[in-house]
């Protein structure tokens, strides 16, 4: 086996899931020969094969890891996080989904006055030490993989409460659709979009026109749309047939 293959194999032991790109940028080499590599080694069993990357035979679930995640498109999210800011505003009761993109926005939320309703334990640890802001857990069953919590408890202590702003992410926006990749998250976060006033979707532009498994709403539910880069034609055609505020 080749040193290269090797050495992917032991990056993905590490990282249980990887993109074309992250491995094409680490290693140094073209997308071509990462992809060519990728599908040797899924061909030889050693790993599987998703849209865009792999992951390891060890942890074949569907769905990006919190850390996976938090690698990828970083700068973007930061700076679309910054962008969401500017619609903050004291005492706002804000939901926060489990995704990376929320992260950066509970990073950089200022310590005021307000209320955050998460599942995500990377988000209650971005706010622990900011008194000002109180913090409410949706409690249920903790993931380790994603570091938050799912299941029926979670769901039901999200129907009690008035949200005035979800932020969420996604997978993909395609189609009027956007798009998750299971159904544990999805579900989730149709249930906080559900008791929020004002839904923010925060995605990078590398998730357009993408499709995944899972229909998590439609793109018409969204009242703004963050992003890094200013979205295609359709996706910002349908934007404007349904009144949806575009920010880059």
């Known amino acids: 086996m080749k040193i290269r293959h090797s050495e992917i194999l032991a990056y993905l032991e590490k990282f249980e899931e990887v993109s074309v790109q992250e491995l094409a940028t680490h290693f140094g080499v073209s997308v071509e020969t990462v992809r060519r590599d990728l599908n040797q080694l899924a061909q030889q069993n050693r790993l599987h094969r998703t849209h865009g990357g792999a992951v390891s035979n060890k942890n074949r679930d569907i769905g990006r890891s919190f850390q ?17 800011l500017e619609h903050f505003f004291e005492g706002a009761v804000i939901g926060l989904d489990a995704s990376s993109s929320s992260w950066n926005f509970a990073q950089l939320l200022p310590d005021v006055p307000c209320t955050v309703v998460t599942s995500s334990m990377h988000n209650i640890r971005a706010l622990a030490n900011k008194p000002c802001i109180e913090v409410i857990a949706t409690g249920g069953t903790y993931s380790a993989k994603y570091d938050a919590f799912y299941g029926s408890l979670s769901g039901h202590i999200l129907s009690r409460l008035n949200i005035d702003i979800a932020i969420f992410s996604c997978t993909g926006v395609a189609d009027g659709v956007v798009w998750e990749s ?4 999805a579900v989730l976060k149709r249930k906080m979009l559900s008791v929020s006033k004002k839904v923010f979707l925060f995605v990078d532009s590398s998730k357009f026109e ?8 439609d793109l018409s539910d969204v009242d703004i749309l963050f992003t890094n880069k200013y979205p295609p034609n359709s996706i910002e055609q349908y934007c404007q047939e349904h009144n949806i505020l575009v920010t880059t």
């Open 182 to 185: 299971n159904e544990m998250n």
């Open 68 to 84: 996976v995640r938090q690698r990828i498109n970083s700068d973007a999210k930061k700076s679309i996080a910054e962008k969401a």
């Open 210 to 217: 993408r499709k995944d498994l899972i229909k998590l709403c």
